[in-house]
């Protein structure tokens, strides 16, 4: 998606350690117009697969999800849960990721009532690098007897493998900008 | 707002402690007509103050505060983060709030480019109880030099005395259900 890509470029700041900061515009200040587009582009790719709700997981794909779900009849938004809650009842999905950001393992909680064989899912969230909360995603999905029919982030650290795990494994994912190279604090796209 | 009443009343869950579980729709699983009538509704109450950034935190009040930004203008949306990540830079305006929901005390944290003297700040989030979290932001707003242009929360439990704090001090709240108790399990709304 050409208009996130010159964005990138325009105000993402490349930090040691391939980290890739767009909190200006993606998940810190967040411009709405943009994740509105991003939300128009999933649902152009994903216009035959019966979406017909979305899930992401706290909290920056929180914003994109909810901005995408207009595009897709306004399907219902979930957002899994990183920590047990008094506002979550027992019965629950789970699952585990391992979060390089943080460095830390994160439990994945969905409640069971909000996701089951009725549901087609689309999962959406704003980074894709080695895949941890993404496959975590993907086991509660199966888990609950609903349907995956694929994965949209807005940005894939296509250098860190985690797409291409998924790709491997047959998954429709749809990634806005691919990012082949953070090297020398220069951004380079998948071309 | 009669909307917002409704749905309390046929999916809301009232739970030990006071707990109005509303995971149904406004913060697990999310009906996104719903958040953006919320939007709708804060952009008629603020519609003289000329808000021109959205200020909240992580996780629940995201997807409202999106909602809401393009009855503004598309005015950006910052969400205060309650851990530094290695996504944050250092320089963070910062304080510090209570949350009764998790029993801890979180950090909650805006980069500091972010919120300045420019903004003009409508402060959203879905739940208004002792007001943790809304003090925390305003002292937020305040300490970076922005002008607040007041506050937008979904559900007040006015009997736990936040709102009324708030509007002591002269800060223009407008909260689109308010609850007055939750006494023998029933949702009784402010008439």
């Known amino acids: 998606m050409q208009e996130l890509e010159e964005r990138i470029l325009a105000d993402g700041v490349v930090r040691a350690g391939n980290v890739l900061k767009v909190g200006s515009f993606l998940n810190h200040q967040l411009d709405i117009r943009l994740l509105e587009d991003c939300g128009r582009a999933w649902a152009q790719a994903f216009a035959d697969d019966n979406v017909n709700k979305i899930l992401t997981i706290e909290a920056s794909g929180i914003a994109l999800a909810a901005c995408a779900s207009k595009f897709f009849d306004y399907a219902p938004v979930v957002f899994a849960k990183k920590s ?13 990721a391992h979060s390089y950001t943080h460095n830390t ?4 909680l969905v409640e069971k009532a909000f996701l089951g064989p009725g549901d087609t899912v689309l999962i959406l969230d704003d980074f894709l690098a080695r895949g941890e909360a993404l496959k975590a995603l993907i086991k509660i999905v199966h888990e609950s007897g609903a349907t995956l029919a694929g994965a949209g982030v807005a940005i894939e650290k296509n250098f860190q493998g985690g797409g291409d795990a998924l790709r491997a494994e047959g998954i429709k994912l749809v990634s806005l900008a691919q990012i082949v190279s953070l090297e020398n604090n220069q951004v380079s796209f998948v071309r």
Chains 1, 2 share one sequence.
């Open 84 to 96: 047990m809650t008094k506002n979550l009842d027992g019965a629950c999905w789970q699952a585990w």
């Open 105 to 108: 393992d994160n439990a994945v």
